[in-house]
């Protein structure tokens, strides 16, 4: 048992491998209830299990295992990871479990199995199963044989693929065991289930008794499709509706739709093994069937049928084999032998299918002439095999050879033809019996059905039946025009017997596939039309010639007259509305059109319309024109009513206002009524006749537009033109034509017959009248919008003259877009536009193409021609050509008919002569443009073979193929291409320029299709292995039409297909699928509805996403650049370009040849997916010390998704100047394109480092260039380079700076100079630290210099990892041999010294005495003069933190500017450091003087110092000390914080309500944060300030304009009020508010609430609301001091102000006596002397007869309550508080207080018996008792952290004022220290006093009351009782220091007096009495601005200073504490040396 209880301690998964059964038992049976329990599929806890779950199914003791296998199997169904261990779990169960004998353990390891089917994992489980078919233990074949079964019966054949299973499956029948075979006959049945038929051919070879088991079993299957009843994971949604289904008890309709989904069908070709016969052949296969005997052909036949048999051959060349045959079929005189040929074919074709449609064309014709044999068995051979090759291609590739032959001679020929064409047709569908095909094919069948022969007219009728059933009598009738009707009927009796091939499913399919837009119309007219067109829409959705679906235009295109509707037939009509329907009717008589007129019309009117008055007429028609108004459609008789207008006199009408009506009328008609064309007929030639009209042409053409609307525009055109041209008028010639050409633009161009308005174009030509002339040339200018350059081929043959104006015309005409059809849609379903419109464009076009008279060269082709081309002397060969070449150009146009020419010049392709090649190329090229879209049958045969031609190695030779291919392309579409195996077998090729070329060329064709066919997925092997190749631009070229493989066959497709990859490869691909993925193109839109809205949809797509975006900007506030970020990203979804932004979307790749796009496309994190994948090494670190190609390759590859191609070609050119031209383009879009050079910022840089590694000089220098204006750029930005992009740059930059040429060093040192402000200097020095080890002397010496430069700017902080190793470092180069870099060296270190003091030598540690000896003399030389610029020690910390901080986006220039010219004022300076000296800053440079005067000689000191203090004294060169508040405990943390801070408040008071709306936003957020709010102390005040500031804004600006909208005001003033309401809460922020600005504050905030716009807004109310609130807040919270002291001035001001209402004044005092009322609770923490001063001046100003004048009796009951409330809460201590009021006699406020408190005392009844003798003895007793409290009090404040300054004031003041009162009992308690401090802390004030006193008198203000008022423009430091804010250090804090520097050195400070006092020259004249924030604002918006200008700009001056008792620390909190400490040293010293 010992055992036991040790096992029992192990965590589970060590018991689970335990060696003891038992322990592993307890081990699964524990992961069991674990891995039920874990909810989290992703918790790591799987993941441990992974290497176990094998063991669990594989556990030698079967009890364990059964426990084991539950546990793996609850595993596989929960564990994320479980897909990894598919492989070995399922190998395990199919070997250690199948095997078991308990049927427990089977029926797991199946559920195991297809648990990992659902888990996505069943092509792995799939093979395991398949390798356990060859196991040699029977029960583990029938275990994996009936897994199989369950899983496909489950999952359906859509997951469980059949091929390979049906492969094994014949071995299985064969098996011994029985048990084997019945399983397999199960399985058989199941497999049945799913295919059916399909499964018959693979098992025919079976044992026959076996076989027909199977056939009994398959013939039980219920015929009802089979359903998917388990889903993988990713069909949750099936499942639920599967599971729906089945709740409803199996919905009819669901189960319907599922169909299609479910069953996949299976083609048994495809589960065939291809077999290949070629080899096979007997070795003498071809002479014996050239033999003379018949029996050695027969053999040879014999041989061959015995092979074709195999349903699938492999793919080969079989041309000689085909010509064998078609020898035999052609040539042979035994017919028996001729129908053995034929059986052979059809089973060649049979086998091959497409990959035989290549011999068609040769095959056809040879057959079809045989055809003249009688005999059956020949004929039905020929039969079989025409039928079988016919299915290997299409009727357009061998329409011609059938046309060709239907003229023979030979009846039978004919009839048989015929028969083939009927056989055809049936295995056609509308779209692939175009028009184009059916025309010429149903004008030889007419010809046909009037043979003499009986059976060649049968045979014509029904092939004409088929053609009807399967086109639709809508297409075919035009043709059938001349038909009489006997024949026609036939025709439609033959056309109902035809039984199609697709079935008359084809209808219905349509509605299915296309759903929704079909059902609902279903109630259109019926006719075959209609079943025509829905067939189209279901078949090939592709964008390959579908005839027109739904067009807006209506009858067929050569605008023949539609045929009436409902001829016969009914076939759901497809897409168009019910009202496009066709109007008929028949001419009514002029009788009946009187009846029914004079049913809808007024008497009068009718009598009237032939008055002899033309103002009856008149009145006739106005009451004509009303009647038509007011009646409804459905009983307008249009024909009778225009008749009534035609009837005399008609359309001879004289008086033009009639006439006017009249049209207008005819207009209305054909709007409002049913109108048919037989009305139309009535009116037209009257509407023509007036068109030229001068007063009634408008009308007319408004009438003829109608009327085009109501008959559709082909028709109305058609019968205008030629009524117009029947004419001799030219106006309305040209009038009509000019109508012609906008009615076009607005109806569109479909449906028009090209041919017809060509002939009168002609005609308008050579018309005498120059307006029809031009007439005609603007219409032909419209017609090329639609048709394209192939219009002018019809004009070839004009004069020149005119020629060059029709030239004119297009040219203006090109690159533009065919407006949208606006007219002629409305009256049908839009639902159709897509298909239709698209074909429309592409239709016509062709539709011209078809009209060009073509030449039959076929008869020029002779066989003579032909041997020449063939010729083995290249001369003959090339005369050959020659010829070609010229009978083509003579022909212009051609028919395809050009009989061996394609074999011939299919041979000249690869001969050995390039030229000839060349030559053949273009002659391919120009067949191409002669043939026109017939070239498509020679494809095969001839287009692949250029192909090939793409693999040659001459440069030359494959543009001139691709150009072919391309003008091929043009002709034929890419479907041709596309089908079959042909491009698939030529990727196959190894061949790295075939494919480069092939790849690249897809690219570019495959983002325009819209649908391609899915032979295109037989390249993606081939694809997959071109990403692999060794060649890097093959390579390249797979991935970049990788993305458009992806876009047409989809991710799933893509991914599947690498399963037979490799593991490795596998990885590979699947990564570059993904990040295809992210680039994939959408599928283009259908083009025509491109063209026609390019301007309607693009522009609002446009300016939309700007707009949207405008609102939420977020916190990005700099100028607009955000709104076009985030307008880019919205715009991809349109697809439109934002102004010259990028789409996303690789560009098509037609872009690439312009130039005209963007050269850096944004790929959203592509910068940080490169960025990652160099970190998880997928791809090379930049880090070589010369580049090898593989990183130029990898660079190559990373910018092609993000680089403009031909940008990249010239970057990667081998010439350097295309590198050079590469830069000229970079820096030529620097500016516009910011936001790509920074998204491909990376790339950029590593590209210019290979250019560093280049000789040319040019191209350096240009490098050099782009980089300065780069990084200058950057800096703008405030963009910092990421360690990454530095790294992979900066050191291969440094190696630049060793260059010999002194000016490439130049411009490297100024690009470094600007690199410090992207990149911090303590980053950067590492990086030239590593220079200085370079072999290169040149090198090492400027980055010495370079460090020196850094350390001289930046202070010691940039020097790492410490100084002492950078030192030593740099100190070791002071031995160099190399003199320059030893003087470099030693510089670098004495830049140190002067910086760093003596420190350096201690830092530098041990020298050689030789090297210290040097750099000592090198110190003493330079005896440091005076440093031409202030160390900027402060510099770096906040330039590290940017890069983190959340604002970096608010990042100034100010300081990057101001830094590069420091560094560049010290690099120029280099080491010469005795320039002329610079305005020093007021301390700093003093103590520099100071301390290296050394006291040498006394008598200069004077002057020396006297000199300094002028140039302090300058005022024009005192910059305005910055003042910034700063809390007593305002520690480091908040140092950049603070002036991001500034940087926000500065932009609250913005002029912008959006930027101000922001920062607020900000601010509110920050205050919201308990933890973050305390960043806000200090800068309370700013707030404020820029708040009312924009309050003030808003009431002066904003409010008044007009244009602005409201709402925008509303929402500035609830962010206003909601973050002040938010400040006001937290009461420590609240308090730091000052009187002035409190005063301002509530000035704005009652201004607001007096504001009547304000209550006019919508939402006013609220606002005025949330004001009150607000004020409220700022009364309670605020400093209870400044806030009553703020009130009070408040009022002074409002009723010494003549303007203010007295409804302000009436709101201050309200808020008084709120703040009386609070008094009780407040009135200990109120400083009563500030109030009662305050109340002094206000009684001054307002003495009581004063207030007594005033209207309202408010304000003196204000002060009286106000007082009497203080008295009654202070009694008679009251009167100690008047310590501030100087002349207490100036106001009547004593006396007044004394009287109240006698008041008080007589009515407390305590009066003292003193009381009599005056309220003086009060005060005095009073005092006098009081004296102890009040020192008590000053003391404490002094002894507190917060008050001890305002204490010292307090303290200095009450000696001042009681000198002989005693303060030494106080002191003498206290410490030593304290009492020094309280005296040294009494001296300062006082120096400060006198100084500030004379200030003080001089403007009015006393020196006691200074510290309520300090006047904030005079920049004095206020120290004062009152002032607790903050300090704000001025220039009078270093005055005082240097008067005591002064007096230390025994100077007088007298002079002093001479010159004004600084602080005065910054002051204003005069001030104010009232203390107010108004000044102070002014001081602050400067200082604001200036904060925005210098962010961040720590110089000594800026560096806050508050004077702590020690007037000479500087206690920044933004310096080090170095600094700090190095000051007072430095102090220390000086006082020293002078002592």
Not at 1895 to 1914: F, K, L, N, R, W
Request: proline share 5%; net charge neutral.
């Amino acid at each position: 048992m010992g055992d036991d209880s040790e096992w029992m301690k192990l965590p589970i998964d060590q018991k689970c491998e335990h060696k003891l059964w038992k322990a592993r038992l307890n081990g699964y049976e524990e992961a069991l209830k674990l891995f039920q329990k874990i909810d989290d599929e992703k918790s790591p806890e799987w993941s441990k299990y992974l290497g176990l779950i094998k063991k669990f199914v594989t556990d030698s003791n079967a009890v364990a295992q059964l426990k084991g296998l539950e546990a793996a199997l609850a595993y596989v169904e929960n564990a994320h990871v479980a897909g990894k261990t598919t492989g070995e779990v399922a190998s395990g169960v199919v070997n250690k479990v199948f095997n078991q004998p308990k049927a427990r353990a089977k029926e797991l390891g199946e559920d195991i199995c297809l648990m990992y089917i659902e888990i996505e994992k069943g092509e792995a489980v799939q093979e395991e199963l398949l390798k356990g078919l060859d196991n040699k233990n029977p029960k583990i074949i029938v275990a994996c044989i009936e897994t199989l079964r369950k899983a496909l019966s489950e999952f359906g054949s859509k997951i469980i693929s059949l091929k390979p299973i049906i492969k094994v499956l014949p071995k299985l029948f064969e098996s011994r065991e029985k048990a084997v075979r019945d399983e397999a006959k199960l399985l058989a049945v199941e497999i049945y289930r799913w295919i059916r038929d399909a499964l018959r051919p693979p098992l025919q070879n079976i044992n026959s008794v076996q076989l027909k088991e199977l056939e009994e079993e398959w013939i039980k299957v219920s015929s009802a499709a089979p359903k998917q009843t388990r889903f993988l994971r990713s069909q949750q949604e099936l499942k639920a509706k599967f599971e729906q289904q089945q709740g409803l008890g199996g919905d009819a309709d669901g189960g319907d739709d599922d169909e299609e989904e479910a069953v996949p069908q299976v083609d048994a070709y495809e589960l065939l093994e291809a077999v290949e016969i070629l080899s096979k052949l007997p070795k003498d296969f071809y002479e014996k069937i050239e033999a003379k005997k018949w029996q050695e052909r027969k053999e040879a036949l014999e041989a061959v049928e015995l092979l074709v048999k195999n349903p699938k051959l492999e793919s080969g060349d079989y041309a000689d084999l085909v010509k064998a045959l078609k020898k035999v079929v052609g040539k042979d005189t035994n017919v028996m032998l001729v129908a053995l040929a034929a059986k052979c074919l059809a089973g060649l074709a049979t086998g091959l299918r497409k990959k035989f449609g290549q011999y068609a064309g040769h095959v056809v014709p040879t057959i079809l002439e045989k055809f003249k044999e009688k005999k059956p068995q020949v004929v039905q051979a020929l039969q079989e095999a025409i039928d079988a090759i016919f299915l290997t291609t299409t009727l357009q590739n061998i329409s011609e050879d059938i046309l060709a032959v239907m003229d023979n001679k030979n009846p039978t020929i004919k009839q048989q033809t015929s028969l083939f064409i009927a056989r055809s047709f049936r295995h056609c569908t509308p779209s692939t019996l175009p028009k184009s095909l059916l025309k010429p094919f149903c004008a030889a069948l007419l010809k046909h059905i009037n043979d003499s022969a009986p059976e060649v007219r049968d045979a014509g009728f029904e092939a004409l039946g088929t053609a009807l059933k399967v086109a639709g009598e809508k297409a075919v009738n035009p043709f059938l025009a001349d038909v009489d009707k006997l024949k026609l009927d036939r025709i439609k009796e033959c056309a109902e017997k035809v039984e199609l091939v697709y079935g008359k499913k084809a209808g219905g399919a349509a509605e299915k596939k296309e759903g929704k837009p079909i059902t609902g119309k279903t109630t259109a007219l019926p006719g075959p039309a209609g079943d025509k067109e829905t067939k189209d829409a279901a078949t090939k959705p592709g964008p390959l010639k579908k005839a027109s679906v739904a067009k807006p235009g209506g009858p067929p295109k050569k605008g023949k007259p539609a045929t009436a509707a409902g001829t016969g037939g009914a076939g759901p009509k497809g897409k168009k509305g019910p009202e496009t329907k066709e109007i008929f009717e028949s001419e009514l008589s002029i009788e009946v059109c009187e009846e029914k007129a004079a049913a809808v019309l007024p008497a009068s009117c009718i009598q009237q319309l032939d008055s002899g008055n033309w103002k009856e007429r008149l009145a006739c028609m106005e009451e004509f024109q009303k009647a038509v108004e007011l009646m409804e459609r459905s009983e307008m008789p249009c024909q009778a009513l225009v008749r009534m207008l035609a009837k005399k006199p008609g359309w001879k009408e004289t008086n033009f206002q009639v006439m006017q009506m009249k049209l207008h009328i005819v207009a209305l008609i054909a709007q409002k009524g049913n109108f048919s064309k037989t009305s139309a007929q009535v009116v037209l030639d009257g509407l023509v006749d007036k068109v030229g009209d001068v007063k009634c042409g408008t009308n007319a053409k408004e009438a003829m537009t109608a009327i085009a609307e109501a008959c559709q525009l082909p028709w109305t055109a058609e019968q205008v033109v030629a009524t117009a041209f029947s004419q001799k008028n030219p106006k309305n010639q040209s009038e009509t034509l000019n109508w012609l050409s906008n009615a076009i633009k607005e109806f569109g161009f479909s449906g028009l017959n090209v041919k017809a308005f060509i002939s009168n174009v002609k005609t308008a030509l050579a018309a005498t009248n120059p307006a029809v002339r031009t007439s005609a040339i603007t219409l032909l200018g419209v017609m090329y919008l639609y048709v394209g350059p192939s219009l002018r081929m019809f004009f070839e043959d004009e004069k020149p003259a005119l020629l060059s104006q029709i030239d004119a015309e297009f040219e203006k005409m090109q690159g533009q877009t065919a407006p949208a059809p606006t007219r002629g849609i409305s009256r049908h379903s839009v639902g159709g536009g897509d298909d239709g419109e698209e074909e429309e464009q592409e239709e016509v076009g062709n539709d011209v193409v078809d009209l060009l008279p073509r030449t039959d060269i076929g008869d020029k082709i002779t066989a003579e021609l032909v041997s020449k081309i063939g010729d083995k002397n290249w001369k003959i060969r090339k005369e050959g050509l020659d010829e070609v070449t010229s009978i083509i150009n003579e022909a212009k146009f051609i028919q395809p008919n050009i009989g061996e020419l394609p074999a011939a010049l299919k041979g000249r392709l690869n001969d050995s002569n390039k030229i000839l090649v060349q030559q053949t190329l273009s002659i391919l090229q120009q067949l191409a443009t002669a043939m026109g879209p017939n070239i498509k049958q020679y494809v095969k045969n001839l287009g692949i073979p250029v192909i090939t031609v793409l693999g040659d190695s001459k440069n030359n030779v494959r543009a001139a193929a691709l150009a072919t291919v391309n003008a091929w392309a043009e002709q034929t579409g890419m479907k041709e291409w596309l089908e079959g195996e042909d491009l698939s077998e030529e990727l196959k090729k190894e061949n790295p320029f075939l494919r480069q070329e092939l790849l690249g060329w897809l690219a570019e064709k495959l983002p325009a299709l819209r649908s391609v066919p899915s032979d295109l997925l037989l390249c993606v092997p081939h694809l997959y292995s071109c990403l692999e190749d060794r060649n890097g631009d093959v390579r390249k070229k797979a991935q970049d039409a990788l993305p458009f493989f992806m876009m047409h066959l989809g991710f799933e497709k893509m991914a599947k297909a690498t399963g037979k990859l490799k593991p490795t490869s596998k990885d590979q691909v699947l990564a570059m699928l993904e990040k295809a993925k992210a680039n994939m193109p959408a599928k283009p839109a259908p083009p025509a509805k491109a063209s026609s809205r390019g301007v309607g949809g693009a522009a609002p797509a446009k300016f939309q996403p700007a707009s949207a975006f405008a609102d939420d900007l977020g916190s990005n506030t700099m100028e607009s650049k955000p709104d076009l970020k985030k307008a880019k990203a919205g715009g991809l979804s349109s697809k439109t370009k934002v102004q010259g932004k990028k789409v996303l979307s690789k560009p098509s790749l037609k872009e690439d040849d312009d130039k005209s796009g963007p050269i850096f496309i944004i790929v959203p994190n592509g910068k940080e997916q490169r960025m990652r994948e160099e970190k998880a090494l997928k791809v090379l670190k930049w880090n070589f010390t010369t580049p090898r190609d593989e990183y130029i390759e990898q660079l190559k590859t990373q910018m092609s998704t993000c680089v403009a191609k031909w940008l990249q070609d010239e970057m990667f050119h081998a010439d350097f100047q295309h590198h050079n031209k590469a830069l000229s383009v970079m820096i030529e879009h620097l500016e516009s394109e910011k936001d790509g050079v920074i998204s491909c910022l990376d790339l950029i840089l590593k590209w210019l480092t290979l250019r560093f590694f280049d000789t040319n000089t040019s191209v350096l220098m240009k490098a050099l260039e782009y980089l300065k204006l780069l990084f200058n750029l950057l800096s703008q930005e405030e963009y910092h380079l990421t360690e990454n992009e530095a790294s992979s740059f900066i050191p291969y930059l440094i190696l630049k700076v060793g260059e010999p040429k002194d000016v490439i060093r130049k411009d490297v040192r100024a690009i470094l100079n600007r690199m410090c402000l992207i990149y911090p200097a303590s980053k950067m020095f590492p990086f030239i630290m590593e220079g200085t080890k370079s072999k290169n002397s040149k090198q090492r010496a400027e980055c010495l210099e370079e460090l020196g430069c850094l350390v001289e700017s930046y202070g010691m902080n940039v020097c790492q990892p410490t100084p002492g190793k950078a030192l030593k470092e740099m100190a070791t180069h002071i031995g160099d041999r190399d003199n320059t870099v030893r003087n470099a060296a030693l510089n670098t270190i004495v830049t140190v010294y002067n910086v760093h003091g003596d420190q350096v030598f201690k830092l530098i540690g041990n020298l050689s005495e030789k090297d210290m000896s040097m750099l000592e003399e090198r110190i003493k030389r330079s005896a440091k003069r005076p440093s031409s610029a202030p160390v900027r020690q402060a510099e770096e910390k906040p330039q590290r933190t940017q890069n983190m901080s959340a604002n970096a986006s608010m990042m100034r220039k100010g300081q990057a500017e101001d830094m590069s010219s420091k560094l560049n004022q010290n690099r120029n300076m280099g080491s010469h450091p005795e320039t002329t000296h610079t305005v020093p800053r007021e301390f700093q440079l003093d103590l520099d003087e100071i301390e290296n005067d050394n006291g040498t000689v006394r008598c200069e000191m004077p002057a020396l110092v006297q000199h300094k203090l002028d140039d302090i004294f300058e005022p024009v060169l005192i910059p305005e000390p910055k003042i910034r508040a700063v809390s007593p405990h305002f520690d480091d943390m908040h140092s950049n914080t603070a002036s991001t801070i500034n940087f926000v408040i500065s932009q609250v008071a913005s002029g912008d309500i959006n930027t101000s709306i922001q920062a607020l936003t900000q601010i509110d957020e920050v205050l919201k944060q308990e933890d973050k709010a305390e960043a806000m102390s200090g800068h309370i005040d700013q707030f404020l300030i820029a708040t009312f500031m924009q309050l003030r804004l808003i009431y002066n600006t904003h409010m008044a304009d007009e244009k602005l909208d409201k709402d925008e005001i509303v929402r500035l003033y609830s962010c206003i009020i909601g973050s002040m309401i938010t400040l006001f809460q937290i009461e420590s922020l609240a308090r730091e508010a000052s009187t002035g600005v409190l005063k301002d504050l509530m000035h704005g905030l009652i201004t607001l609430m007096l504001d009547s716009r304000v209550e006019d807004l919508e939402e006013g109310e609220q606002v005025i609301r949330s004001v009150n609130l607000l004020v409220v807040k700022v009364l309670e919270k605020s400093d209870q001091t400044n806030i009553l002291s703020a009130l009070l001035v408040l009022l002074q001001d409002s009723l010494l102000a003549t303007a203010s209402s007295p409804k302000f004044s009436e709101l201050v005092m309200k808020c008084l006596w709120r703040m009386v009322r609070l008094l009780p609770e407040t009135i200990n923490s109120i400083n009563l002397d500030r109030i009662l001063l305050d109340i002094h001046i206000f009684m001054k100003v307002f003495p009581k007869e004063k207030l007594k004048q005033c209207k309202s009796e408010f304000p003196i009951r204000t002060l009286k309550t106000l007082l009497h409330t203080l008295c009654k809460l202070k009694g008679p201590k009251i009167l100690d508080h008047l310590t501030m009021i100087d002349n207490k006699n100036e106001s009547e406020l004593e006396a007044h207080l004394c009287r109240l408190m006698k008041h008080t005392m007589e009515q407390t009844g305590k009066a003292d018996k003193d009381t009599e003798k005056g309220a003086s003895r009060i005060e005095e007793k009073a005092s006098k008792a009081k004296v102890n409290d009040i020192l008590a009090e000053i003391f404490k404040k002094i002894g507190s952290k917060e008050n001890t300054k305002e204490g010292l004031a307090e303290l200095y003041e009450y000696k001042k004022k009681y000198s002989d009162a005693d303060i030494e009992p106080f002191l003498k308690n206290s410490s030593q220290f304290f009492q020094s401090y309280v005296e040294r802390g009494l001296r300062l004030i006082e120096t400060e006093r006198e100084g500030k006193g004379r200030i003080a008198t001089s403007t009015g203000i006393s020196p006691q009351m200074e510290g309520t008022c300090v006047p904030a423009s005079t920049h004095t430091v206020s120290s004062s009782i009152g002032n607790t804010n903050g300090e704000e250090v001025g220039p009078s804090v270093y005055l005082e220091r240097l008067k005591i520097l002064r007096q230390r050195c025994g100077l007088d400070n007298a002079k002093q007096e001479d010159r004004p006092p600084l602080t005065s020259l910054l002051s204003k004249p005069t001030l104010p009495t009232v203390a107010s924030s108004t000044d102070m604002l002014h001081s602050k918006l400067s200082q604001l601005r200036e904060s925005r200008e210098q962010y961040q700009h720590l110089d000594l001056d800026s560096n806050q200073t508050h004077s702590s008792g020690i007037g000479t620390t500087l206690a920044s909190p933004s310096s080090a504490a170095a600094n700090i400490d190095d000051l007072k040293k430095r102090l220390e010293r000086i006082k020293s040396s002078r002592k």
